[in-house]
């Protein structure tokens, strides 16, 4: 099992830029991915965004393409996802999970560990 925590949102302003970052720790090896979802009010968690821990391969929905990018130093370090051009659509609780598979890291389902969330608000 391992432990996720968020950590940087906030309120931005549209157009303006936020960066998240997601601790890991407990048995991060065991993962082979780190993912962040994002979920507003009333709708479904949307995979964001998913880096691989083996070799650095990230992967975006197409929302947020040319906008946001995921990164990490290295296996253990802290992942981060830095959001530029923030539009109001971009609002909603962020998650960061660990997970097992690449080809469906999009969905919900193929994540069992989970953080807490942080908010970001995108409003002027």
């Known amino acids: 099992q391992v432990q996720l925590v968020e950590s940087g949102g906030g309120l931005v302003q549209p157009g303006g830029s936020l960066t998240l970052s997601c601790a890991a720790s407990?048995?991060?090896?065991?993962?082979?991915?780190i993912a962040w979802f994002r979920q507003a009010p009333g709708k479904e968690r949307e995979g964001v965004a998913c880096?691989?821990?083996?070799?650095?391969?990230?992967y975006y929905t197409d929302s947020v393409k040319g906008r946001f990018t995921i990164s990490s130093d290295n296996a253990t370090n802290p992942v981060y996802l830095q959001m530029n051009s923030r539009t109001p659509q971009d609002t909603g609780v962020y998650h960061c999970?660990?997970?097992?598979?690449?080809?469906?890291?999009?969905?919900?389902?193929?994540?069992?560990?989970w953080g807490q969330g942080t908010q970001v608000t995108v409003s002027s």
């Open positions: 880096i691989s821990r083996r070799d650095s391969t990230t």
């Open positions: 407990g048995s991060i090896l065991d993962y082979y991915t």
């Open positions: 999970a660990a997970g097992l598979t690449l080809a469906t890291w999009y969905m919900p389902i193929e994540y069992d560990d």
